[in-house]
């Protein structure tokens, strides 16, 4: 009785087919390569493993029997249903599968964002049926999630103190000083370091950003993590505070802003972060290849 299907037995199968599409032994030898004592030999193999008879040969010639009949269209579907796991499992090997969850930074420029979705679309040429996930969060909240497994990458202005985290450079983001329409320094022209220390400034809880800022004096009444949260702040004229550049633009054409004058700038560095114990999947591997890609244009 065939309990388990081995090699031998997918073997003998093929002759068994071989042997009834011939129309016999005598006329599969050529088909086979082997005598027909041979193939008598496996015939009888097979019929043992299975525990029944498949077929009538001698004087009346070559013929099924019916549980011939019933095993030969099971061995049909069987090898069918090889072929085709054949054929899906090659197209997997060169396939990219699963899903990608990906975080973002909040309020990023177009063209980072225009960089962005080079990267998707060079990913979508790719050989893949992977479902991508775009999150948008605060840095902090991106690391947390990565830390966490809730992310595979993430793009931020991270501190790149998390030792369990990788961190790859992808590109800077200018940083300016900024005041509002209504702020007493809007129309000075060169405010000293004085006047604004006597400002109430923004501040960010961020403070691996808050540390690079060149301006660190002053009380503040304000807190924010969002930018679109500081650029509120600034635009009532009663506090000053940093923006990106790309954000504060409008409104500095608009006359709702400037920028003070001084060495006030700063820049910071936006990264690629990926959990460097998490072993990165060949999507993953992929996505941030076209990523760095983009950038590096």
Not at 9 to 28: I, K, N, P, Y
Not at 140 to 167: K, M, N, P, V, W
Not at 172 to 184: A, I, K, M, T, V
Not at 204 to 229: K, L, M, N, T
């Amino acid at each position: 009785m065939l309990s388990q299907l081995r090699d031998l037995d997918l073997q003998l199968l093929r002759l068994f087919v071989t042997v009834v599409e011939s129309g016999g032994f005598s006329a599969a030898q050529g088909e086979l390569g082997i005598g027909q004592s041979t193939i008598s030999t496996q015939m009888a193999k097979l019929e043992t493993r299975l525990g029944f008879r498949l077929c009538e040969r001698g004087k009346a010639g070559f013929r099924l029997t019916p549980k011939g009949e019933q095993v030969l269209a099971a061995t049909r579907k069987l090898f069918a249903a090889i072929e085709t796991f054949k054929g899906e499992a090659q197209g997997m090997a060169d396939k990219l599968l699963g899903e990608l969850r990906i975080g973002l930074s909040e309020a990023l420029s177009d063209e980072v964002l225009q960089r962005i979705g080079e990267a998707i679309g060079r990913f979508r040429q790719r050989n893949q049926a992977v479902q991508i996930e775009l999150v948008s969060a605060m840095p902090a909240e991106l690391e947390r999630r990565l830390l966490q497994d809730q992310l595979q990458l993430a793009i931020g202005y991270f501190s790149g103190s998390q030792t369990a985290l990788d961190y790859q450079p992808l590109f800077d983001e200018r940083q300016r000083l900024y005041c509002g329409r209504q702020h007493p320094l809007f129309d000075r022209q060169t405010p000293s370091a004085d006047d604004l220390q006597a400002c109430d400034r923004v501040v960010h809880p961020y403070r691996f950003i808050a540390a690079d800022e060149p301006w660190q004096g002053g009380s503040s009444s304000a807190r924010c993590e969002q930018v679109e949260g500081s650029l509120a702040f600034i635009l009532s004229g009663a506090h000053l505070g940093y923006l990106p550049e790309h954000i504060a633009l409008p409104w500095v054409e608009r006359g709702g802003l400037r920028a003070l004058p001084g060495k006030w700038d700063f820049t910071v560095q936006f990264r690629l972060a990926s959990h460097r114990g998490h072993p990165a999947s060949e999507a993953q591997k992929a996505f941030a290849d076209d990523l760095l890609d983009a950038f590096g244009e």
